[in-house]
């Protein structure tokens, strides 16, 4: 449109059909950069220099060399081919159109490398954005995956202390089973065989629980962080978890509150291992250097709360936290709360409310009635 609107005599045709080729050229600039700059600096540049058109008659010409070079910056690879093609078609031009003037060809230079360069940097910018979204992605991926693999790992760990729970409870129903069995007279023969099938089924689910044990124990390695014997999973082993602390070099004042009675195995075993996960995160990740354990015997609920004064959320993670997974899996398993975060005064609380049975009769005390009267029982001339 310029070219018709604006007089350059009879070179009009001649450079319509340049431009327009030059302008058709850059369509390409994305699928073949290196050909659709040469194209495009051709068509709207060398030509009508070659043709003896002056450049100050137009403008199209530039606005179509400056994109091109531009887009040879940001899409062509090598970039450097790109930029010794730029320079090159408009040197080329510049110098058969002023044959040849320094200062005209340094300026188109300046031109067409400045649009390359501007192109150029905008492609790095663009490629510097690409690889911080991929990273990004990456690291999230990679957080989602540890976080599911430490979830299930303490799930893991979760059935594992389930099974002994289960283990010991079905241990002690064959004892009551015997005991009765041992007391039947002789006549009493269906009752008896009813009983023997209890104490089978017993003994299988015993052996079943044992097996699945064996399966969730394969292939473990290394041995618990916090020192302390993975059996080892009640609250009376509180004191000897708190020596591994203190040898780690922390000041634990450990307190307990109400009337210590004796717990549900797995409430005991779920409180103790909150205890642990909390104490090997302050060591971890808190810098702290003295750590209040309390434990409170409410008559319906059990709180366990574990406060250091150190920098805050342990790990950086206040409420995302691996070992925070795993104690709120635990806290959930039995109807309870836990609450993890900093505290009032600074440093970081760990708070768990396990319920406790309505009865507040504790399944241990139960069970040593039970291994008591199966003792008598078998001592007052019953089967071995």
């Known amino acids: 449109m310029e070219v018709w609107t604006v007089d350059v005599g009879d070179l009009a045709p001649t450079l319509a059909v340049a431009l327009t080729v030059g302008c058709v050229g850059l369509a390409f600039r994305r699928v073949a950069p290196l050909t659709s700059t040469a194209i495009s600096i051709v068509g709207a540049l060398v030509v009508p220099a070659l043709v003896g058109n002056e450049a100050a008659t137009t403008l199209g010409w530039l606005m179509v060399c400056l994109a091109a070079a531009a887009s ?24 058969v159109e002023h044959a040849p003037a320094v200062s005209e060809i ?45 979830l299930v790992d303490e799930r893991l760990r979760i059935a594992r202390d ?66 302390v014997d993975l059996e ?21 004042d450990h307190r307990e509150r109400g009337r210590p009675r004796a717990l549900p195995h797995g409430i005991d075993q779920a409180a103790f291992r909150i205890i642990q996960e909390a104490l090997t995160n302050v060591r971890r990740h808190s810098g702290a250097r003295r750590v209040e354990v309390t434990v409170d015997y409410r008559p319906t609920e059990l709180v366990v709360e574990v406060r250091d004064d150190g920098a ?25 709360t836990l609450v993890a975060g900093p505290g009032e005064r600074g440093g970081f609380v760990v708070r768990a409310c396990l319920p406790l049975p309505p009865s507040g009769t504790a399944e241990s005390d139960e069970d040593s009635r039970a291994l008591g009267a199966a003792r008598g029982l078998v001592a007052g001339g019953g089967e071995p």
Do not use: K
């Open 72 to 95: 040879c910056g940001y899409h062509a690879r090598p970039p450097l081919a790109g930029l010794v093609l730029v320079l090159g078609l408009i040197g080329v031009a510049l110098a």
């Open 106 to 150: 340094l300026f188109g230079w300046i031109l067409g490398g400045g649009a390359w360069f501007a192109g150029y940097a905008l492609a790095t910018q663009a490629s510097l954005t690409r690889l911080a979204r991929d990273h990004a992605d990456l690291v999230e991926e990679r957080s989602r995956l540890r976080a599911d693999a430490a």
């Open 162 to 227: 389930i099974h002994d729970s289960l283990a010991h409870s079905v241990s002690v129903m064959q004892l009551h089973v015997g005991g009765v069995r041992r007391l039947l007279a002789p006549g009493q023969v269906r009752e008896r065989a009813a009983l023997e099938a209890a104490e089978a089924a017993g003994r299988e689910a015993t052996a079943e629980l044992h097996r699945i044990l064996a399966v969730l124990r394969d292939g473990e390695g290394g041995g618990d962080p916090s020192g």
């Open 232 to 252: 080892a999973t009640s609250l009376g082993q509180l004191p000897r978890l708190i020596g591994v602390a203190i040898d780690a070099g922390l000041r634990v």
């Open 312 to 336: 805050g959320s342990p790990g950086g993670e206040p409420l995302r936290g691996h070992g925070l997974t795993g104690m709120r899996e635990r806290v959930t398993a039995y109807g309870g």
